[in-house]
């Protein structure tokens, strides 16, 4: 019959596998703005593995430090003016049981109650397959200020 595609089962199962673990891996992703304009250090936090990294500024947090990310003296000043992180649609990119994911990140800060672009970031994550799902290993974050190092995370 024209129209239907052939394949042995384990094709399709191996196609909707991918396609689940690229929806849980951008569900995470989506999950860090609200974590972090929310204040939530455990939210964010259970973004990662245990022994996880992210890097970002002249800061690296692991593990459990990372929930500290709300609690970094930008991230507070950013807080109480009025703040919203928006990322961009991951590249998503999966090999086996790891991924990396590229994205755009901007933070808008509230000016004189108008949306103000503050920040633009170029992000680069890992993530590894866990018994409990996907989760970020490592993040890197770099303002996208000109500078060789950012839109070296970009690449891909």
Do not use: Q
Request: negative net charge; hydrophobic residues 40%; proline residues 6%.
């Amino acid at each position: 019959m024209a129209g239907l595609v052939s394949g042995a089962p384990s094709d399709l199962d191996g196609r909707l596998r991918r396609i689940e673990d690229r929806l849980e891996i951008a569900d995470l992703i989506a999950r860090y703005g609200p974590a972090v304009d929310a204040g939530s250090g455990d939210a964010v936090a259970a973004l990662w593995t245990v022994d996880g990294e992210y890097a970002f500024d002249d800061a690296v947090l692991t593990g459990p430090e990372i929930a500290d990310v709300v609690d970094h003296p930008t991230h507070r000043r950013l807080m109480a003016a009025g703040c919203a992180h928006v990322l961009s649609p991951p590249r998503i990119d999966l090999d086996g049981d790891r991924a990396t994911v590229v994205h755009h990140s901007i933070v808008l800060e509230s000016i004189g109650g108008a949306w103000t672009p503050v920040r633009g970031s170029a992000n680069r994550w890992l993530f590894v397959r866990t018994p409990g799902g996907w989760r970020a290993c490592n993040r890197s974050n770099r303002l996208l200020t000109g500078s060789d190092e950012a839109r070296a995370l970009l690449a891909p």
